[in-house]
């Protein structure tokens, strides 16, 4: 009878210590049983929302989990709404080789008609380079529409960065602004 009770003791203490690892140390997503779990594992915005979690309709997109707020990542975008602005591709978006570049930019962004597009990897390596070209007349303080095609080395991680820089043909720093968006290789 004793040695009955002592391994159902045993068992009891074993299972309990499974179920404690199973909700506190499991890694993978089959396993949040509990939404405490899954906010747990929440650190940004894609997260938050690949686990399911509320997102709100604001720009930038704003993700509620666990008490905190996480906000999608679009770069330095509404700080420069009003020199520069991207159609295409978006904040977020996956993109490929040969990259289509579309948007406006004010005439001043420009010098001789086109600015340098950069794409880098999350480490701030370039994969490649080109310059956008203006689409109209670029001799004005107006939105000045551009294209660019950019070719690009095969990524060595899933995210990057397009910088599109504003041509400064001085060289003076105080000169210098850039849009940064942040994107997603399809295939590193």
């Not at 509620?64 to 906000?71: E, L």
């Not at 939105?143 to 995210?159: I, Q």
Request: hydrophobic share 45%.
């Amino acid at each position: 009878m004793k040695i009955a009770a002592l391994g159902i003791g045993v068992i009891a203490v074993f299972a309990a210590f499974a179920w404690f690892l199973f909700l506190n140390e499991c890694e993978d997503d089959w396993c949040f049983i509990f939404e405490w779990q899954r906010a747990r594992r929440v650190t940004d915005f894609e997260t938050c929302a690949r686990f399911g979690f509320g997102v709100m309709e604001s720009y930038p997109l704003q993700c509620a989990a666990g008490g905190k707020t996480y906000w999608q990542d679009i770069g330095n975008r509404l700080e420069k709404m009003d020199l520069i602005r991207v159609v295409k591709p978006q904040p977020g978006d996956m993109v490929s080789s040969p990259l289509v570049v579309e948007g406006e930019a004010r005439g001043t962004w420009f010098f001789e008609g086109s600015f340098p597009v950069y794409i880098l990897d999350v480490n701030g390596n370039t994969l490649g380079a080109i310059p956008a070209e203006a689409q109209g007349e670029w001799m004005t303080e107006d939105f000045v529409p551009f294209r660019a095609v950019l070719e690009f080395k095969k990524p060595t991680t899933e995210r990057g960065t397009l910088a599109l820089k504003k041509d400064n043909p001085s060289g003076l720093p105080e000169h210098d602004d850039e849009l940064r968006i942040p994107i997603r290789f399809t295939a590193p």
